[in-house]
């Protein structure tokens, strides 16, 4: 009887997240923003990249994501694809403060995880992402909070984007 209770069906194994899998989920999302902004340097189709990008990483198809992009205050929190789609290309008149974060265009984007947490099919991870423009200049910092989770077809997906730009106290006059 005991043994029965420790032993796990495939549908658990599937459903079991792996840092391995957070790390190259993160590795290929980043890859996937500087590939939105090269299609765009090249006039290329950049709505269908960041569609693609999209729907490869986040888990709209199947559920509500919760969505804070960076480097917004008006409407800082989107719950659906096309609030997430004008956040990384811009156009939307709906979001007008959106300017294309993933068009600025970037040449790469480097992750420091400060911690994960993984409790069967869901994980979290937290820390500090940086994002390299291609025009040169310093990184940019960004501070993020990923939830995963696995679909369906047991592919990593996020439910939670959350990232700010560091607080910067102001001088005292």
Not at 30 to 41: A, D, M, R, S, Y
Not at 66 to 95: C, D, H, M, W
Not at 148 to 159: A, D, H, P, R, V
């Amino acid at each position: 009887m005991e043994h029965q209770k420790n032993v796990m069906t495939n549908s658990e194994t599937l459903a079991t997240i792996t840092e391995k899998e957070i790390l190259a989920a993160q590795k290929a999302w980043g890859e996937g923003i500087v590939k939105i902004g090269t299609v765009f340097q090249e006039n290329g189709d950049y709505q269908a990249a960041a569609t693609e990008h999209i729907n490869e990483f986040y888990n709209y198809k199947e559920g509500e994501v919760l969505f804070k992009p960076t480097l917004v205050s008006a409407k800082q929190f989107r719950k659906n694809f096309e609030g997430a789609l004008s956040y990384f290309i811009g156009g939307n008149k709906s979001f007008s403060e959106d300017h294309g974060f993933a068009i600025k265009p970037w040449s790469a984007v480097r992750w420091e995880n400060i911690g994960t947490k993984i409790i069967g099919n869901m994980a979290v991870a937290m820390g500090n992402y940086y994002f390299t423009p291609v025009a040169g200049g310093d990184d940019v910092k960004v501070e993020y909070s990923f939830a995963y989770t696995k679909n369906s077809q047991g592919e990593l997906k996020i439910i939670l984007h959350d990232s700010h730009i560091p607080y910067s106290p102001v001088a005292a006059s």
